[in-house]
């Protein structure tokens, strides 16, 4: 099993920053991409930022220039640096691993709980 704890959620004022991470554990033979994705309350979990093995990243355009992705693959650790946040960043931040465990023959995506992050004055 793969278990993928999240952290660095909060409360921040507009323009503030906040810096999330996701610590990926278990028996994980490997990892392809790590992200994080965001669900505000009654709207469908959208895409924030991926990463993959290899560093290429991607972005939402929402957040483009203003978070940043990155990962230490030899502790199977994601991190997303949030600045300039504007209330509507505001949700629920899950983080993503597509992984392969032991016993498995195939990648497939994994779910942290989730971490809180409202932005308001």
């Known amino acids: 099993q793969a278990q993928l704890v999240e952290s660095g959620g909060g409360l921040v004022q507009p323009g503030g920053s906040l810096r999330l991470s996701c610590a990926a554990s278990g028996t994980i033979l490997s990892i392809r991409t790590m992200g994080w994705y965001r669900q505000a309350p009654g709207k469908q979990r959208d895409l924030v930022a991926t990463?993959?093995?290899?560093?290429?990243?991607n972005y939402a355009d929402s957040v483009k220039g203003r978070f940043t992705i990155s990962r230490e693959s030899a502790k199977s650790t994601v991190y997303l640096q949030m600045n300039s946040l504007k209330p509507e960043d505001t949700a629920v931040y899950y983080c993503n691993a597509v992984a392969l465990l032991s016993g498995t023959r195939n990648f497939d995506n994994y779910w942290g709980q989730g971490t809180q992050v409202t932005v308001s004055s």
């Open positions: 990463i993959t093995s290899g560093g290429s990243t």
